[in-house]
Structures are given as C-alpha cells and as structure tokens.
C-alpha cells in the first residue's frame, strides 16, 4: 500500500524527514491522489500577527474529495464492500454497499440536492442516525461542495438550532426518528421545535427509519424515498479548490457557545487518509470497525474519510454496545471477522464492568489491532483490552487527537512503535509537539510535563472557526505566539513518550465527549429558580469524568422536596442533549468567591474530586465559609 510505514527504522526516518523538509515530505504522499490540477506551493502558514491564523496547504490545487474516494479507486474496487451497515437489533438485516454501489447513492444524493437548490458553498445540516444514508449525504455534499454540518442525532432542539443557525445552513437532513438500545428517538418531532428558531432552513429531507408518524410541512418537508426518486446516479463532481471548506463540526470550548471548526478540502483528505492506514496498519482486505458515532470527529476521519480514501471496508454500526446485551460489540466482532477495532476508553470500562465472560464467549481471533480515543485510558482498562479483548497478541493504539486537529496526531503505528499502558506513545510524521509552562516557555528534555502544544502546521489542522476568524485566534494561537495550544496537559517521560493527562481548561472529558463547563452553566442557570451554578469534572468509574454541579437556588429550603435537582436535569437535558446532564447536583447557599466575584474553581474541583487536604489559601475569599458549608453537604465523601 502507497505511503505505508513498515517498520520502527521506516517511522523515525519518515518524522525525520517530514521535520526537516515537510514540504517535500507531504508532496510526496499527496502525488498518490487524484488532482484536477497540481498545487503552487505545499505549505503556506502563519500562526501569528495579521489575519492569522493563516494556514494553507497545497495552494492553488484543485480537486474533489469524493474523486479520490471513487474514481480514483474504482477501477479496481467496483465490487469491494465500501461499508457494511449493522443494525440497532440484531434481527434486522445488515447491508453491505460497494464501492460501486456506494458511488452510485452518493451521485444520486449529490444530484438530488442540487435538485434542491443547493449550492457550492452552502450549509447542510445533517441530523441522522448511524444509517447509511448519512454516510451518503456527507459525501454528496462533498461531491456537489456543499459544505456539510452534522450535529450528533441525542443533541437536543435547542443544541441542534443553535448550530443551524450559526451554520446558517438551507437544508437539513432528518429522520422520522432514531433506534439506540431499546430507545427510539423522536428526531423529526426535535427538528421541528429546531426549526422554530432556525429560519435560514429552507428545506427538509426526511428519512423514514423507525416508520413513527411524523408531521410533514408542506412545502418545506419531503420525504428522502420521495426526494430521489427518479434521480440519476450518475454526477461530475464540483471542482473543489484546496482550501475550499469541506465540513463544519461543533466542538465545545472553555467559553461560550460551541464553535464550528472547519476543515478544507485537500489538507483533511491527505491528512485522513495518511493516518488512517499507518496508525492502523490497515491491509488490503481488512475488516476495520471505528464503534464512534459520525456525529463526532472521531467518526468522520475514521469511519468514513480515511477508511474509505483508502479503500478498505469500514462497519457502521447504528447502536450501542449493551444492546441487547452487553456482548453486542464482541458479537459484531466474530461476525464480521473485524481485524482493527477502534472505540473509548468508557466504552471499554463499561464492558469491563460487565465481566469477561461476555467477551471470552466470542471467537475474536480475527483481531490485530486495539484503537482508543477520547480521554486518557486508565492503566486497568488498558490492560484489559490487551489481555482480555486483544489475549495479549493485539497492540493498543492509544491515539490523541481533537475535533480541532482533524485526524490523529500522536499513537504508535499499531505493531510498530512498542507501545507502553496508557501511553499515546510518539507523534505521527509531520507533528511537532512542544510542552511549555504556564508562560509559554519550551520544556525542553525528556521526563517533564507541561501543557500541549503544536508548533508546526499539519494538513489537516482547522482552519478558522466558522464566521469568527478572530475566535480562533483567541481560542488557539494567542496564548502562547507561535504556538498552537491544545488545551490538554501532557507527560512526555525518559524515553520522549508522551502520555496525556487531561484537558487544563474549564472543557470537561465526559465518555470522551467534549463538554465545557460554562455550557452547562448556562442552561442549569435558565431554571427560573435557579440563582448561580457552578460546574466541574469529577472522576466517574466509567465515564472518565462526571458532572458535579454546584447550585444557589431561590428558596433554598425547598428545593429538595420540590424535585428541583430533576427539573434541573431536564433543563440541561432540553438545552443541550443527555450527554450534559450533571451527575451530582449540591445545592448550595454560596460559592467560593474571590473578592472581584471570580468564582474559585480550584477549590470546587478539589471538593469534587472528594480531596480537601489542600484547598490551597482560601483566606482571599469573599466569604471563606461557605467552603466549609459546601464540604460538609459534599455529595462525595470528602477527605479533610
Ligand atoms: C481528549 C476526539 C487522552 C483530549 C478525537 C482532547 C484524549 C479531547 C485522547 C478532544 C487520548 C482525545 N488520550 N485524551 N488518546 N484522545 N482526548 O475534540 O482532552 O472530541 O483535547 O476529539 O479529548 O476531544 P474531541
């Protein structure tokens, strides 16, 4: 396979060479694609000053994404299975799609929303299930240059307008509703709430997945079997330049409401695909499952992008990993004969909990390799999945990367680079990572620590944060000049492995899902009887991190016989979507103020965290008590 590393000697002299010449190092591995016309210049970048970011890779190309993953390769993929689709329920009838067959949906989805008045440039808002048929809107979007937007199908009404709306998107992409577990959820009946406040969407395509009645809006709404029905399957695919966007994906930060990353054209493409068959080692022939949901940035780059740009068959599987039982995973596993596995670190606590005879019962002989991502993999988990799930034969390639990031910047090559428990090991060719101080100054040398920061561009690094150019400078390059800030802490210890250590910013890890805290803030502070709150991560057994929320009510006295903590929940639960409700909710008659009224966050997260053997110096706080009051009611058992 082009551009495949095979050996730990190939790996270092590869990061060698792409630090010391990354031009000449990214131009040779961007020679194997398929280019509607060569680029001017590989590299073009700032991180700094005037405009910036300004980051451009391979300037002036032109090309589409989608050619690279069909005509390219089709010649001698047709009849390979591109995606084999499995089910929520078992019972139901998986589907395999070919390249060729693949290709054709995809053409007659790009045509059809050209039917629809859709332009290069546009937004699409895609609010799917895990059913093929995100898998083919996505890449009709790509196709025709529409820029796609897809908002995980459990974000709630409220969550899924506000990122419409930012996207100012004209179409978006629903079903009747969505199965997970033994759940369904009523999606079309959220995008019309969504819709109320979103009035850029001129037209909605309507999937019919779980066969509920649905409302249908004349002239707005049409059903999806109705859309394409005499559609041709056959399209030329827009010319894309290089940097035009390809997709924007909301991410949580430490401030306000989520921002939408962007990611162009060609720089993701090379980026998805390089990683994707060196980190995973993918073989012709292979049988990879990436268990995310392409809601996330994990699903994009790893289930559909980089697999597919390689040609390798990639399972999408539409459910949740203890339904019906909690064997399901290891089940899909021995059915498909799955070679690389790639899923989180709570999934594989969860099943960890579960007992192994769930997994022992399977014949998971197939499997070569181990992936995780998400959030720091706990020793316990890690050696559970290599000696339990992998019989110790398999490497577990811990990958750190971002939604920011595009695709994967530090993990061993699985079977390559020796890996070590809870470590993501070396950066991948093209990745220059620095730790600095709280000051910005280079930790230089082996066995130190420091926050995570890149100084080098990479092709499939964000490019701007959609329709606010300045907030990705804030967010990113104006901490420390020159530098691109990750917002993680990191060990890089005697051998110059790294192992991450979590997010140092007020974003908290929750089942590897990006949650900031001042989010949460917001919507818990939307209760009418809610006066202040405050958020912090707490360590959870499964989830990595929990939500532990500190809240001042207006009558404090009744808030517990009133189900107030509930009504709270399903406050947070309507604004942003399950994944943020709190775990544990205090209530509180204050919270720990500095005296210019900064609430200390240190001191909660302490009191969280069940440690208040150095709470450091409370003396400068307004009202020094109430952390006494607030440890006293702690829902945790607190150490003093
Ligand atoms: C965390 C997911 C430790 C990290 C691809 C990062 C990790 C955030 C790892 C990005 C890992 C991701 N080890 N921490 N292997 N992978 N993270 O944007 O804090 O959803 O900043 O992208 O997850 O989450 P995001």
Redesign the pocket.
């Known amino acids: 396979m082009t551009n495949k590393i095979t050996s730990l000697t190939e790996y270092l002299k590869a990061y060698q060479e792409s630090i010391a010449h990354p031009d000449d190092f990214w131009a040779k591995i961007a020679t194997t694609h398929f280019w509607r016309k060569s680029w001017d210049q590989v590299v073009k970048w700032r991180f700094d000053g005037d405009q910036a970011p300004d980051v451009q890779w391979f300037v002036n190309g032109k090309l589409n994404i989608t050619e690279n993953i069909f005509e390219r390769q089709l010649f001698m993929r047709e009849n390979q299975t591109a995606i084999i689709w499995e089910p929520n329920d078992p019972k139901e009838k998986e589907i395999y799609l070919t390249y060729g067959e693949l290709f054709e949906k995809v053409n007659q989805f790009a045509n059809t929303l050209l039917k629809l008045g859709v332009k290069k440039g546009d937004r699409v808002a895609i609010y799917l299930p895990m059913v093929p048929e995100l898998a083919i809107s996505m890449l009709a979007c790509a196709r025709i240059g529409a820029i796609h937007s897809i908002i995980f199908a459990g974000f709630s009404a409220t969550a899924l307008s506000d990122r419409i709306v930012d996207a100012q998107a004209k179409v978006l992409l629903t079903a009747d509703g969505g199965f997970r577990g033994n759940k369904t959820i009523a999606l079309k009946e959220i995008s019309d709430e969504a819709l109320e406040t979103s009035p850029t969407v001129e037209q909605v395509v309507v999937l019919k997945r779980t066969g509920e009645s649905v409302s249908m809006k004349e002239g707005r709404d049409i059903w999806w079997h109705d859309a394409i029905k005499n559609v041709s399957t056959e399209n030329t695919a827009e010319v894309m330049d290089a940097e035009d966007p390809l997709f924007i994906l909301y991410?949580s930060g430490s401030t306000g409401k989520p921002k939408g990353v962007v990611h162009t054209t060609a720089g993701y493409m090379v980026y998805s695909e390089y990683t994707f068959k060196n980190v995973f080692q993918y073989d012709e022939g292979d049988m990879y499952w990436c268990t995310a949901d392409i809601g996330?940035?994990?699903g994009h780059s790893y289930i559909i992008y980089g697999p597919l740009l390689t040609g390798a068959t990639t399972i999408m599987f539409e459910g949740i990993p203890t339904f019906p039982d909690a064997g399901r995973f290891w089940d899909i596993v021995d059915k498909y004969k799955v070679n690389q596995i790639y899923t989180a670190p709570t999934a594989i606590r969860a099943l960890m909990a579960q007992g192994d005879e769930w997994v022992t019962k399977h014949d998971l002989s197939s499997l070569k390799v181990l992936g995780?991502?998400?959030?720091?993999?706990n020793e316990e988990a890690w050696r559970w999945y290599h000696e339990v799930v992998g019989k110790g034969h398999c490497p577990v390639v811990?990958?750190?990367?971002?939604?920011?990031?595009g695709g994967i910047l530090?993990?061993p090559l699985a079977g390559i680079t020796p890996t070590k428990p809870t470590m993501?090991t070396l950066p991948l060719p093209g990745v220059q990572p620095v730790l600095v101080d709280q000051e910005g100054n280079e930790i230089k040398g082996n066995g130190v620590q420091g926050i995570l920061c890149i100084k080098h561009p990479w092709p499939g690094m964000l490019r701007t944060t959609w329709g606010d150019h300045d907030r990705c400078y804030q967010t990113y390059f104006s901490m420390y000049k020159g530098l691109y800030l990750?917002?993680?802490g990191a060990k890089r210890d005697e051998e110059g492995y790294y192992r991450?250590i979590?997010?140092i910013d007020d974003?908290i890890?929750v089942s590897?899902?990006?949650i900031g805290t001042a989010e949460v803030e917001d919507a818990i502070n939307q209760h009418p009887k809610v006066v202040e709150s405050a958020v912090v991560g707490y360590p959870h057994p499964i989830k990595g991190s929990g939500i532990y929320a500190y809240v001042i009510a207006e009558e404090m006295a009744d808030a517990q016989k009133n189900g107030l903590e509930d009504e709270i929940r399903d406050t947070v639960n309507r604004l942003i979507g399950p994944i943020a409700k709190p775990d544990v909710i205090q209530m509180v008659s204050g919270l720990p103020k500095t005296r210019s009224g900064k609430i200390m966050r240190r001191i909660l997260r302490k009191i969280g965290e069940g440690d208040a053997t150095q709470l450091g110096d409370i003396s400068t706080l307004l009202d020094p008590s109430v952390v006494e009051e607030i440890i006293a009611g702690a829902k945790v058992e607190v150490k003093r």
Do not use: S, Y
Not at 372 to 377: A, D, F, K, S, Y
Not at 398 to 405: F, G, S
């Open positions: 991410t996330w940035v994990t995780t991502v998400g959030e720091p993999i811990d990958t750190w990367w971002q939604t920011e990031t530090i993990a993501a990750t917002g993680d991450i979590g997010r974003v890890n590897g899902h990006r």
